[in-house]
């Protein structure tokens, strides 16, 4: 199962996730409220706008679903936080390397199509297709 712990804002994270097969109810991340089309605030009792949000949720998702294994890939502070409750953290780097993250990933991957080709097993064929022929950010 694939989740997507994300502090970002649902209508930018449900197209990605829509992409690449993630359910949106595996999708962790805030939600925005708008009033008349103007931002109006955020679900302030998402988990993963507490301090060690991402923790939370994690462990969450671990206790609901049994899983026996769980990676993280991420490239900030706050993904790195989930080193305590994840098996194995991934630092992509690909976009902007911060040393104080990437030299605790347990890898570290500084190429998109490598990061792809590596999870390439979890996706469908034809978006391994799509992805990987084009090199395409999602």
């Known amino acids: 199962r694939m989740y997507d712990c994300n502090q970002c804002h649902d209508q930018l994270v449900f197209p990605v996730s829509d992409k690449l097969g993630i359910p949106h109810d595996h999708v962790l991340c805030?939600?925005?409220?708008?009033s008349n089309g103007v931002y109006s605030g955020f679900d302030h009792s998402r988990l993963i706008n507490n301090p060690r949000g991402k923790c939370l949720e994690i462990k969450r998702?671990?206790?609901?679903?049994?899983?026996?294994?769980?990676?993280?890939i991420?490239?900030?502070?706050t993904d790195l936080e989930t080193k305590e409750v994840v098996?194995?953290?991934?630092?992509?780097?690909?976009?902007?390397d911060r040393p104080s993250v990437s030299s605790q990933g347990d890898l570290v991957i500084t190429s998109?199509?490598?990061?792809?080709t590596l999870f390439?097993?979890?996706f469908s064929q034809t978006l391994q297709f799509n992805l990987l022929q084009n090199n395409s950010t999602v």
């Open 30 to 34: 805030n939600e925005i409220y708008f």
């Open 61 to 72: 998702v671990l206790a609901r679903t049994g899983a026996k294994g769980s990676i993280m």
């Open 74 to 77: 991420g490239d900030g502070a």
């Open 87 to 96: 098996d194995a953290f991934i630092c992509f780097a690909g976009v902007k």
């Open 112 to 116: 998109f199509h490598d990061l792809l």
């Open 120 to 122: 390439s097993p979890f």
